[in-house]
């Protein structure tokens, strides 16, 4: 059990002199419930842009006038970034797609990228995140193999409507539980630095922690132009610090992941620190719409900071 609203409020306020103490609990609680190895994975976008929903920090968002093309990417090119991926240790690969959910091309397209990588003798745990879906497809997905879903749900319940209209919270909470119920492992998480308030990022990781997701990516706004949020400023590393270390302690067990802004938010420096302050996995290689940093600066400052990979065997 994770600590309550009230406190993990107390400690997205803490000032700058206690946030060494803060992570430093973090870090303890992190190596006590997860030790000390580091999950990384690799993603892949099998559908890019022309999305018609309005996430307002989605350059992918067919509604807004961002400088994301749509793309597809063919089975060859699939088989291809998860060669790579399995490459660098990484023991998960996540094909995303920007739609509000699959429709049955798309799903047939990720079947058969699924059936290919494995005929290439890839072991990598296979996991998605194509958007909101109904029972039936949940049941499709346990069919292909797929292990875990992502499915964020991007900001606090009552910050959502502010972010969000063409879908609802609710909505994104009804596909957690049915692929929670069909025994896929549940990767929820959200991106911060959207005009939310310090008590609505409390109450969003409260609301993460009462939905307990086995992993919890964390982004941080990178203002992308043509979005409805392009005006919004970049985080500051020290809130970003406070609110990785808080959700570490609102969620001692999860698999907290650095998704994506971080380079933008924290820099070199902030990825050390953070890495020591409650996160315990990594994506390497580029995000959706922006570049990350290079798989082997992540995978050096894992080595120099001795925290192992986490093995394809130990998390089977
Ligand atoms: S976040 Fe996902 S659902 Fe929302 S606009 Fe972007 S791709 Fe579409």
Redesign the pocket.
């Known amino acids: 059990m994770g600590l309550p609203e009230a406190d993990l409020l107390a400690c997205l306020q803490v000032d700058d002199e206690a946030l060494p103490e803060l992570l430093e609990i973090a870090h303890d609680v992190r190596r006590r419930w997860c030790g000390d190895e580091v999950e990384v994975e690799g993603i892949v976008s099998v559908k890019t842009g022309g999305?018609?929903?309005?996430?307002h920090?989605?350059?992918?968002?067919g509604?807004f006038p961002s400088p994301v093309r749509a793309a597809r990417l063919d089975i060859e090119q699939m088989v291809q970034a998860a060669r790579e991926t399995r490459s660098t240790g990484a023991t998960e690969f996540c094909i995303v797609?920007?739609?509000?959910g699959p429709d049955e091309k798309l799903l047939a397209e990720v079947r058969a990228g699924i059936e290919a990588i494995r005929a290439d003798g890839n072991d990598i745990n296979i996991a998605c995140s194509l958007?909101i879906l109904t029972a039936s497809q949940v049941a499709q997905l346990v069919g292909m193999g797929v292990h875990r879903y992502n499915h964020?749900l991007?900001t606090a319940k009552s910050h959502f409507p502010a972010v969000?209209t063409t879908?609802t919270w609710e909505e994104r909470w009804a596909t957690l539980r049915l692929v929670r119920g069909a025994g896929i492992e549940v990767c929820c998480g959200g991106i911060l630095g959207m005009g939310e308030t310090i008590e609505q990022r409390a109450e969003f990781a409260a609301q993460l922690a009462a939905l307990a997701p086995h992993e919890v990516p964390m982004n941080f706004l990178d203002p992308r132009p043509g979005t409805p949020f392009s005006h919004l400023p970049v985080m500051s590393s020290g809130d970003a610090l406070r609110a990785i270390a808080t959700f570490r302690l609102a969620m001692p067990r999860t698999i907290l992941r650095f998704a994506g802004g971080r380079e933008l938010t924290l820099g070199d420096l902030g990825t050390r620190d953070g890495l020591l302050g409650g996160i315990n996995a990594v994506i390497v290689g580029n995000y959706l719409t922006t570049l990350g940093r290079s798989p082997t600066e992540d995978l050096a400052l894992l080595e120099e900071l001795r925290m192992p990979i986490k093995a394809l065997s130990s998390t089977l």
């Open positions: 999305c018609p929903e309005d996430c920090f989605c350059s992918q968002s509604l797609a920007a739609v509000r958007g964020n991007e969000v879908h």
